[in-house]
């Protein structure tokens, strides 16, 4: 059963989404269909995703619910707990991970607005399980101005995405070969050995230069991957071994 098929058989609620968000999750879920999952999802509305993802993911512990709105209270079901609260609170978050969590998926169809998105990753992604997925619906309310985006803004959910894409290449930024002088060492060498000079003989260009290491924070040191489509982005979880090289 694919997550269009679930949609259609879902037993109670509304629900409405992009239709290549439908494609999207089941190329990524496709490893977790069958596993025994925590998830949450911030956004009930009409609660037709509840019983979609129960469909969808047969062997789930739980799929709870957070929305803003009491009236979603009606909605809760066995094992589909709906807690009502505001997502950029973050005692409120934290408290519903306490709770129901640690989760292997939590899915942001909130409110879409930037300190919303931005507040809910930073406060839940880092209490997301290892090899957990974080999603985020919606982006492009990151263009549009009454959510508090604007293109080439930075403070947005996909300004935080493109941070995230230096944090996971942080060792190539602070790698020497990013330095000027690095990039002008490589070049002296080259004209040295063009002209015939043993290079050898010159200390300074024998001198090896070494990363210091340096602290990495929680995003540098757990996102293993981010998959972006159209409006939607897939974060994955995971402990990374940033550029180790293995020789075959």
Known sequence: ?????????????????????????DFCFRDLRDKNVRILEIGVQGGGSLSMWREYFPHAEVIVGVDIDETCKSLERVKSPIFIGDQEDKKFLTMVNAKTGPFDIIIDDGGHSMSQQITTFNTLFPLLKAKGVYVIEDLHTSYWPQFGGKFGKSETAVGLLKQMIDNMHSWAIKHPRASMLHATKERSIRVLKRFGFDISTY???????KEKPEHKDVLEENIRSIYVADSICFIFKGKTDHHNIVEL
């Open 1 to 25: 059963m694919n997550l269009i098929e679930a949609a259609k058989n879902r037993n109670y609620g509304t629900l409405r989404k992009l239709e290549n968000y439908f494609r999207e999750y």
């Open 203 to 209: 200390l300074w260009m024998r001198r090896s230069y």
